[in-house]
């Protein structure tokens, strides 16, 4: 019989200090929460008995695959924002008035998405014009992803790289689907993960930037890809898997699966709540299977992939 209140996994008594934080990083990480308990084992289980040939992998980047708070306590830059260590101060310009016009829209409470959607493929239009007919330029892209790094104003969750090696091991798709910048993700793996290059099993999808051979921006690839249709109509035909597990940050994220030609039997959908805890619980809750909560780490999703690995 399903349990009434969500199941916090083993040691719960850890995860008091961090449910009760809003805003900060934790030092001791809170249980993950699960739910509804047995749609979760049902899941869970199906996953595992389907084994890695089944299995494909979907998730968002920032603050998912990055952490949500470094370790000295800063915010992570998102994909967005390392980029902008590459704009010439005419190009920032632009983007703050922008930004200005727009984000209120973007937050209008009395707005439908549907009213807003026009607005925001409008804002990342503008925003990207800019920056091609501004001259923007591939290598300084490359020095602003390096700088960032080592700076250490982004890192990746603690266990993605392992988890990547081990989902790659077994030939597992893995989509690394977010509406910033493709090639700023792809330089943020080859310089954090060096020794986890990306496999032919591994697709990042985003945004993504022409560049001609002396290295100038030419043009944003079509689909435009943004906070409204990030789900599976933009992203190119793959290999499909009957199960899916699906892992983001935003509520935004669980419709990523959605829309695919043949719609997989299983998403088993893992929630990272960073911030603000107290105050989204509930809708984390309602929207995935299992909520990790205060910038946790990757290892309740490292169990189950290894779950359904040793199951094969
Ligand atoms: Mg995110």
Not at 119 to 133: A, C, H, T
Request: proline letters at 6%; charged letters at 20%.
């Amino acid at each position: 019989m399903e349990a009434t209140a969500p199941l916090v996994v083993a040691a719960a008594a850890a995860g008091v200090a961090a449910a009760a934080c809003c805003c900060q990083p934790t030092l001791r990480p809170a249980a993950p929460r699960i739910p509804r308990p047995a749609e979760f084992r049902r899941k869970r289980e199906a996953l595992v008995r389907g084994g890695a040939r089944n299995l494909a992998v979907i998730s968002d980047f920032d603050r998912t695959i990055t952490r949500c708070f470094t370790a000295a306590g800063e915010r992570c830059q998102s994909c967005y924002n390392v980029a902008d260590g590459a704009l010439t101060p005419e190009m920032a310009a632009y983007k703050q008035e922008v930004f200005e016009h727009y984000f209120p829209i973007e937050k209008d409470p009395n707005l439908t998405v549907d009213e807003k959607r026009p607005f925001m493929l409008e804002w990342y239009r503008k925003s990207n014009e800019s920056l091609v007919s501004g001259g923007f330029r591939r290598d300084s892209l490359r020095s602003a992803v390096s700088e960032a790094v080592a700076q250490r104003r982004l890192e990746l969750r603690e266990g993605f790289g392992a988890l990547l090696a081990s989902l790659q091991a077994h030939r597992t798709p893995v989509l690394i689907f977010s509406a910033g910048i493709s090639n700023v993700i792809s330089e943020i793996f080859a310089q954090l993960l060096p020794s986890v290059p990306l496999a032919p099993s591994t697709q990042v999808v985003g945004n993504t930037m022409t560049f001609s051979d002396d290295g100038v921006l030419t043009r944003f690839e079509d689909p435009l890809i943004h906070m409204f249709n990030k789900n599976q109509s933009v992203v190119p035909a793959g290999s499909q898997r009957r199960h899916v597990l699906l892992l983001g940050d935003g509520l935004g994220d669980v419709t990523m699966a959605d829309e695919a030609a043949t719609e997989p039997e299983i998403i088993l959908k893992i929630g990272f709540l960073n911030e603000n805890v107290e105050g989204l619980l509930p809708q984390y809750e309602a929207a995935f299977d299992m909520v990790i909560v205060g910038d946790g780490s990757f290892s309740p999703v490292a169990d189950i992939v290894q779950a359904v690995i040793n199951s094969d």
